[in-house]
């Protein structure tokens, strides 16, 4: 591919303004014709234009799509720090352009002290706060081994090369933006238990006011050990000995073993097909891959190009495909290695679906069951990026800390926030509650399980060529937000910035309703919608997808980032 020869420092910075105007320039609703951001050869989508920038450079200097992912991951572990991390955990979706996809799993593990009724009080009575917010409630950490493991198999650039934007940002300090600075603001209370958090996101226990610099010395530390010992920079030596002198003073279990014996896995991707595309997305214990393919089998059988987007029609399609596979996902769905038996095949077979699509009645809604009970709490903290390379790789990753910030805790001396990835198990064995608790057995806490996930990092083919990377955070609506971005560029056509834009909706079969995004959907269809009998929630918003699609046509990339959150952007060259 013939490239510029301006600098790397010129030409990206040129690219990255042009499409920040362009994004500027976009309303925040659906309408006709909105513009998403092009690139020729390569191309970054991500929560951070910091990070989106730093991974179009490696993109530029002839890294692959991984050496580019690697890159915008650590940076947004600096400057998108309630979700961007290492020390959390997340999955990639890989698919090189010729060859096969393949899935990376770097889900947080239960240390080996763990076990399936440390939820409950000394009365047996489930403790919230335990599961949720504490010491124990922290995953031993997969990002840094994910990530490595995908960089050993399918990198070209030096890794330390890789790390080295996230340790000059972290160490010199970026301009907190002003999405930032009101985020963390609302955040300071609950870091106040924490001084070492205290001391990192705030400046001197005020809040940090846009323009400010954050500087993170610690965390440039940590981020150097990584960049020069990859792995063992991490899970061994200085850094995993100030993890465990953490979690000793503080009630955690997290032992030196456990960090020892983390290893992030290679696995086989789920693989559906929708009208002709193929759908690669992430197995469990990811429950993201089964449920999409399930939805989209079902609906299948159906004309969405002809019911069109936001009709009620669509929607109750829609909301009873995603009633039945978020039933599914509850009953069956769990950590591949302690759930050998899970019926993957069976669910995403289109002999189910059809099953399925036979119990769907015509404008009317399936009440959910009997079993009246609400989900247990999830949050919705999370972020995804998504690049394409000039060969036309691509890479899907979703990772995440489970809350905004995690856990809230940064590890002493060692700068960053831990994950507080344990809330994502089930609470206790047989307690499932009308008050919002689910204690299935196939995602039950267990020493070194990993807990079930909803990320869903997908990456859409057709005829041997990409179309589309996408993803998003959400907690459970993640499958459903992937879901729509898939459908809105498939059966209604939209570029990857109408895609990303439109309006969104939810049901996960328990509590039996739809919500849907304010704003977005026409009153005539509510209306109807309660007319087939749906109970609807108004929501502010759903997710944060960033999604990358091929205009094969011209083969260019077409970039959608998500406004529904601040300080997104793509970049590319
Ligand atoms: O793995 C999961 O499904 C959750 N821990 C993800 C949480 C999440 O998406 C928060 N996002 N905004």
Not at 42 to 55: L, N, T
């Amino acid at each position: 591919m013939p490239r510029k020869k301006t600098t790397l420092q010129t030409q990206s910075a040129r690219t990255i303004q042009a499409f920040l105007v362009a994004i500027i320039a976009l309303a925040p609703q659906l309408q006709a014709g909105t513009t998403p951001a092009y690139a020729t050869h390569g191309m970054v989508v991500s929560q951070s234009g910091y990070a989106s920038e730093a991974g179009a450079k490696v993109l530029q200097e002839g890294g692959t799509a991984v050496d580019a992912a690697v890159t915008t991951a650590f940076v947004l572990a600096v400057t998108h720090p309630s979700a961007g991390n290492i020390g959390g955990g997340g999955f990639l979706i890989y698919r090189p352009n010729t060859g096969l996809p393949v899935a990376y799993d770097f889900r947080e593990k239960a240390p080996v002290a763990a076990h399936e009724i440390m939820w409950l009080d000394e009365h047996g009575k489930y403790d919230k706060n335990k599961h949720h917010n504490s010491h124990l409630a922290v995953g031993v950490p997969g990002t840094v081994a994910g990530l490595h493991l995908a960089w050993k198999q399918n990198g070209k650039l030096p890794w330390a090369r890789l790390v080295q934007p996230s340790i000059d940002i972290a160490r010199n300090g970026f301009p907190v933006s002003h999405g930032l600075a009101r985020d963390l603001e609302s955040r300071l209370k609950r870091f106040q238990p924490y001084a070492t958090t205290m001391a990192q996101f705030s400046n001197d226990g005020k809040p940090y006011q846009p323009g400010e610099i954050l500087k993170q010395t610690d965390l440039a530390a940590t981020l150097t050990r990584i960049a020069e010992s990859g792995p063992a920079g991490f899970y061994q030596g200085e850094t995993a000995e100030l993890i465990v002198a953490e979690m000793t003073a503080n009630g955690g279990i997290i032992s030196k073993e456990d960090l020892a014996k983390y290893n992030a896995v290679e696995r086989k991707p789920i693989i559906g097909s929708y009208r002709g595309y193929d759908i690669i997305s992430m197995p469990p214990p990811s429950s993201g891959g089964v449920t999409l393919v399930q939805m989209l089998n079902i609906l299948e059988g159906y004309d969405l190009r002809k019911s069109q987007f936001g009709s009620a029609e669509t929607m109750h399609l829609m909301a009873e495909s995603m009633r039945r596979a978020y039933r599914n996902r509850a009953l069956h769905l769990g950590d591949p290695e302690a759930n050998p038996e899970m019926p993957i095949a069976k669910l995403t077979s289109q002999g189910y679906a059809l099953e399925l699509r036979q119990s769907i009645v015509p404008r009317k809604a399936t009440p959910s069951s009997l079993i009246g009970f609400e989900w247990p709490h999830e949050s919705d903290e999370t972020t995804h990026l998504s690049v394409v390379d000039a060969g036309r790789n691509a890479v899907s990753l979703t990772y995440t800390l489970e809350n905004s910030y995690g856990s809230g805790i940064v590890v002493t001396g060692a700068g960053f926030l831990l994950n507080n990835e344990m809330g994502d198990f089930n609470p206790a064995p047989g307690m499932t509650t009308e008050a919002g608790l689910i204690g299935t057995k196939p995602n039950l806490t267990q020493p070194g399980k990993r807990m079930l996930s909803s990320m869903t990092p997908t990456i859409v083919a057709k005829d041997g060529e990409l179309v589309m990377a996408t993803g998003s955070p959400g907690g459970r609506t993640i499958i459903n937000t992937v879901l729509q971005t898939i459908v809105n560029v498939v059966d209604h056509q939209m570029n990857a910035q109408e895609a990303v834009d439109a309006g969104r909706f939810h049901h996960q079969w328990f509590p039996d309703r739809i919500q849907y995004e304010e704003q977005r959907f026409s009153p005539d269809t509510l209306q109807l919608l309660k007319g087939y009998k749906y109970t609807l929630k108004e929501i502010d918003r759903q997710g944060s997808a960033h999604i990358i699609v091929v205009d094969r046509k011209r083969n260019v990339l077409e970039g959608g980032v998500d406004h529904r959150r601040p300080d997104t952007a793509a970049a590319g060259y």
